[in-house]
């Protein structure tokens, strides 16, 4: 079975909230400009519908928003290629090191400058840039992550930091932190 990792960074332990910290603000400015932009292209007709299906809104901003959520809600419940602003970061602890793999769309934005990138794969050659020691010692790493002593599980291991998710479990109440900005952008 081949691993592909390739976007990971290793990080001691200890300033894995920093890590959080300073990669949080990102995802949201690049979720919040990616609803905005989708908002900006919802037509007359959507919103008449929205009028219809949902009666208890009776402000434009509103009715615009629910247009947006429609439109991702149905697309994320038919495994369409979509609108998808969820993210976390997958993190597994392992002696003094926090190893983390995002999840989800946003997969260039900055990290602290103390980070180191982590990623590795087996299925074709290693980057230039690292050596072939740097290389397989994060094979052995990865594999004592995913595996301990046993068989592969990353699962067992995994702790799952969620930023935005929208069903409803993540750091943030998305629809209402648009719902905020929409309106405060149209006042």
């Known amino acids: 079975m081949s691993t ?36 900006s292209a919802v ?8 009028r219809k299906d949902h ?14 959520l429609d439109v991702y809600r149905y697309t994320s419940n038919q495994n369409k290629t979509g609108l998808n602003i ?8 392992y002696e003094n090191h926090a190893y983390i793999i995002p999840v989800g769309d946003y997969f260039w934005f900055d990290v602290p400058k103390d980070t180191e990138e982590f990623r590795y794969w087996n299925n074709t050659d290693r980057p230039e840039e690292l050596s072939e020691d ?10 004592k992550i995913n ?16 930023i935005i998710d929208m069903s409803g479990f993540g750091d943030v109440d998305f629809e209402l932190m648009m719902h905020q900005e929409i309106k405060k952008r149209i006042e």
Not at 11 to 20: S, T
Request: proline letters at 2%; charged letters at 30%.
């Open 4 to 39: 592909k990792i390739y976007r990971a960074w290793r990080i001691e332990i200890n300033k894995l909230n920093e890590f959080i910290d300073f990669v949080r603000p990102q995802v949201l400015e690049y979720s919040k400009n990616t609803v905005l932009e989708l908002m």
């Open 43 to 50: 037509t007359e007709a959507g919103i008449e519908k929205q």
């Open 55 to 68: 009666p208890y809104c009776n402000k434009d901003v509103e009715l615009r928003l629910e247009c947006v």
């Open 86 to 93: 969820d993210f976390s970061l997958n993190i597994w602890l």
């Open 134 to 143: 740097e290389w397989n010692y994060r094979r052995s790493m990865w594999k």
């Open 147 to 162: 595996c301990g002593e046993g068989i592969a599980n990353h699962n067992s291991r995994r702790l799952n930091h969620s």
